[in-house]
């Protein structure tokens, strides 16, 4: 590493640093103070308030990584272009694209990290956020389920109604299974005082359970009660059932890969919230790239007037993307968008943007103005 890249460097993190941490330590203060009462109230241990916020830490990096970039980099390529530092390196040689590869370096870096966290502890933060404050408020500890679950599985012809699903021990209370045939008629049908399954042998444990099975009339032909039935072959499993109605926002991208893969047969616009997600897990580290694309060119300057507006008009881009992002996500849930194109498509766009600022920048062209069309 060259003397000129260790000091960009130095230039860059000193005040990415500083960004970091003071965002966390003022979500910390916010979310304190929010939460302070229950806090009080439930009697919480160092502990457990020491567990709560280590559990939050990887979404808040995921938040506020690329926010403290573009701050860090547009306060320090400003500063390098007060000190006519910039210059210098530029009458040395230097092309603008070379002064500015350590920190494309850096982004590709933060792009992994990010990745990293948003692959799964930055989506089950929020569940375990909302999961730890409900018991502290309780002042217990929560069994995690599900109440009052119905399941289709449209390809076997199953349906499934369930009181209760303890995710935590994999048991199901109170079910009641019809079976139908391809025309809909009822065929059999199981009632269970509980159930569970077995991931060795694949399958099904009934308990203090009652079988009927009719014709397509609905006339009964059997009727047995019995202490344990064991049922193979069914293609449900605890995850498949309970996973139909989660929260994608929630869903690391392995437990997306199995909802998609177990509930494939579910319509499309049930399928297209997860489906972006899942494409929108992975399209969001690279907003770190794009940071370095958006704000590098508009970071620097050759005269003092153009360093407020330079970051003004950085800083404006960044949070149109996070909104565009936001509308395109949104529409990809509700099925107006392919999942690619709501995930990928403001990325892809706002890059060509980046790339234009930055070849403006490099060939020592002004950047265009926007005008309002009333404005003089």
Same mark, same amino acid.
């Given at each position: ?52 916020? /280590?559990?939050?830490?990887? @979404? $808040? ?8 970039? *573009?701050? #860090?980099? &547009? +306060? ?53 956020? /909302?999961?730890?404050?409900? @018991? $502290? ?8 389920? *599900?109440? #009052?679950? &119905? +399941? ?225």
């Amino acid at each position: 590493m060259k003397i000129l890249d260790r000091y960009v460097l130095k230039e860059f993190f000193v005040p990415f640093i500083y960004c970091i941490f003071g965002f966390i330590a003022i979500w910390f203060i916010f979310d304190l103070s929010d939460n302070l009462t229950d806090f009080l109230e439930g009697k919480v241990g160092f502990a457990v308030l020491l567990e709560y916020y /280590k559990s939050q830490v990887p @979404e $808040i990096i995921v938040v506020t990584l690329p926010i403290g970039q *573009l701050l #860090a980099l &547009l +306060y320090a390529l400003t500063a390098m272009s007060r000190t006519n530092e910039l210059i210098s390196m530029l009458g040395a040689g230097l092309s603008v694209v070379r002064i500015l590869v350590p920190l494309f370096a850096v982004g590709f870096v933060l792009v992994g990290v990010t990745a990293y966290f948003n692959y799964e502890s930055a989506p089950h933060a929020a569940m375990v956020k /909302k999961q730890m404050l409900r @018991e $502290i408020k309780r002042g217990r500890k929560l069994e995690t389920g *599900l109440a #009052a679950h &119905l +399941y289709r599985n449209r390809e076997d012809f199953r349906t499934w109604f369930i009181r209760k699903i303890s995710t935590d021990r994999e048991k199901f209370f109170d079910i009641q299974i019809l079976q139908q045939d391809a025309e809909g008629n009822i065929m059999k049908t199981w009632y269970a005082r509980d159930g569970s399954y077995d991931g060795i042998a694949k399958s099904w444990i009934f308990r203090r359970a009652k079988y009927v099975e009719m014709d397509t009339s609905g006339k009964i032909l059997k009727s047995e009660f019995v202490d344990e039935i064991i049922i193979p072959g069914w293609r449900e499993n605890p995850w498949r059932i309970a996973s139909s109605v989660m929260n994608p926002n929630y869903l690391s991208v392995e437990e997306l890969q199995d909802y998609l893969e177990f509930n494939w047969d579910f319509p499309t616009v049930r399928l297209a919230p997860y489906r972006t997600q899942l494409q929108y897990r992975w399209a969001l580290p690279w907003v770190c790239l794009l940071v370095v694309f958006i704000g590098a060119p508009l970071g620097i300057v050759y005269s003092r007037r153009g360093i407020l507006g330079g970051v003004a008009a950085a800083i404006a881009i960044f949070f149109s993307l996070v909104f565009v992002s936001s509308l395109f996500v949104a529409l990809g849930k509700g099925d107006r968008l392919s999942p690619f194109a709501a995930a990928w498509g403001p990325m892809f766009a706002y890059l060509c943007v980046g790339i234009l600022l930055l070849w403006y920048r490099s060939t020592n062209r002004e950047l265009p103005k926007f005008k309002l069309p009333w404005s003089a």
